[in-house]
């Protein structure tokens, strides 16, 4: 059976945090537990940088250094080969948000193709990624989703945009990178969907290299991904399945509601938890046909995954599993998982600290809207310091 206690060893998932940066982890914890102030603080935050107050100092001294790697690749450099040391990997992310200009979407395409390059042959870094609405406009995605007639200037403008995405997925296969697309709201996922699901009939023929996200609070995921699999085993390619709970469950809902139609989330976290296990047991299950990139923070989905490999008898590091994590976050799990010997990776973020703000404030959120999940963070930190310090009055007390 397994052990169900391997993520309560702080020692190994807080191993590379120095006590100051275990004291900086504590207080931000504190501050995210508490839903006003992250409220009050976002405001602020971005109050301040459009009046240009000289707060970059202080976000990158908290915050920026919690969640992101750095500035540049290079800044991630000593992160990423720290925690390859202890054998967990790294996924590059340029997280700067909310482009319009074709320009601006271009310039992104060529960002995150030079980092599938900068990934090709770096064991450390082991998946590549992309937003689709951050190499295309939101709008256009949302009309081609929803079967709305385009322009003729909107054609091509959507054909600019599949270009994009094949241009990426191609240098993914052609350098052997695993390259995957980040899960968007609902009214634009479908024509990321069909376009990933292309991408996986070309480029999936003979091994996984192209995921598309699965966002698992939608109760309709799971007939979804069957749905996939039939194509995928008629047509002869295979599916690479990046399942997350998902990140936009209050937008979703409050748009359901005003515009009058069915909300396309779970009714309940309890439901959505549910339909998370059963589409993670459906791909474990079919691993033939289906590679998984388990995205979770969850410990009771991560250790039902652990008991299927086990079930299954199947290779520790089985390389069409993937266990996933956001840098600064559930280093419990990262870590531990590592240790085991398991394929474990961390997102690790990083940009320009003025740019990653939109999403750090979305990281702030979501951590304060996930129940109980900060709450055992902290107590997983403090339990960490608590240990530190008896080690260090043992050391003292034995010289």
């Known amino acids: 059976m397994i052990n169900k206690k391997i993520f309560n060893n702080t020692k190994s998932a807080f191993k590379l945090k120095s006590n100051t940066e275990l004291d900086r982890a504590i207080f931000l914890f504190s501050m995210m537990n508490r839903p ?8 602020l935050t971005k109050f301040s940088l459009k009046l240009h107050l000289p707060v970059e100092t202080l976000i990158k001294k908290t915050i920026f250094e919690q969640f992101c790697g750095g ?73 081609v989703s929803e079967k709305l007639s385009l322009s003729d200037d909107e ?61 698992c609070y939608r109760w309709d995921r799971l007939d979804y991904l069957k749905g996939l699999h039939e194509k995928a085993e008629k047509e002869g390619f295979k599916i690479g399945a990046k399942i997350v709970r998902g990140a936009y469950m209050e937008k979703e809902n409050a748009r359901a509601k005003k515009l009058g139609y069915a909300s ?38 991560s250790y039902l995954a652990l008991q299927i490999i086990e079930d299954k008898g199947l290779s520790l590091d089985d390389k069409r599993i993937w266990f996933s994590q956001l840098y600064g976050m559930s280093d419990h799990i990262s870590y531990n998982l590592a240790k085991k010997g398991y394929n474990a990776v961390k997102l690790v973020p990083f940009g320009p600290v003025r740019d990653v703000v939109p999403y750090l404030l979305r990281r702030a959120q979501e951590n304060t809207s996930v129940k109980g999940q900060t709450g055992r963070e902290l107590s997983l930190l403090r339990e960490e310091r608590k240990r530190r310090k008896g080690d260090e009055s043992t050391k003292s007390h034995r010289e």
């Not at 006003?36 to 405001?43: D, M, Q």
């Not at 997925?169 to 697309?181: D, G, I, P, T």
């Open 71 to 143: 500035v540049t690749e290079e800044d991630c450099k000593p992160v990423t080969n720290e925690m390859y040391d202890e054998n967990l990997h790294s996924i590059l992310d340029y997280s700067v948000e909310g482009k319009k200009t074709e320009e601006e979407f271009d310039a992104a395409m060529e960002k995150k193709l030079s980092l599938i390059e900068y990934a090709n042959g770096k064991k450390e870094i082991s998946f590549a990624m992309f937003k689709p609405t951050g190499i295309g406009r939101f709008e256009i995605w949302e009309k």
């Open 36 to 43: 006003t102030l992250v409220k009050a603080g976002s405001a």
């Open 264 to 301: 396309p989330i779970c009714e309940s976290k309890e439901a959505t938890d549910v339909n998370f296990n059963s589409t993670l047991s459906y791909c474990l299950k079919n691993l033939d046909d289906i590679s998984v990139f388990i995205g979770t923070h969850n410990e009771v989905s």
């Open 155 to 215: 054609k091509e403008e959507w054909k600019r945009v599949k270009k994009r995405v094949d241009t990426l997925c191609s240098k993914a296969h052609e350098l052997k990178v695993r390259l995957y697309a980040d899960g968007e709201e609902t009214w634009m996922q479908t024509a990321a969907d069909d376009l990933m699901e292309e991408m996986m009939r070309k480029y999936n023929k003979e091994e996984v290299l192209i995921f598309n996200t699965l966002q």
